[in-house]
């Protein structure tokens, strides 16, 4: 749900990996999170991607997004 389509990112990092020298050796480790909706109506949580905005228990829309839109780097490791 972050908008971020994986191939394409890879082959960004890729494009740039190539380019630049000191990232020749580089590695990317992506890891993709299912995207979770809460249901304010009933209070349950479901998978975003098969079920959309509608809650799958309650048929309510009064729901949101939990986890799912983020871009997080999470790590850079340098060795000397
Ligand atoms: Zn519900």
Redesign the pocket.
Known sequence: MSGIITDYFTDCWNYFRRKHPVLESAELDLQTLPAVTF?G????TYPTVQYGRT?P????GE?WLLRGSECIIKEIEVED
């Open positions: 249901c109506n009933c209070e349950k809650c228990y309650c048929g309510s729901t």
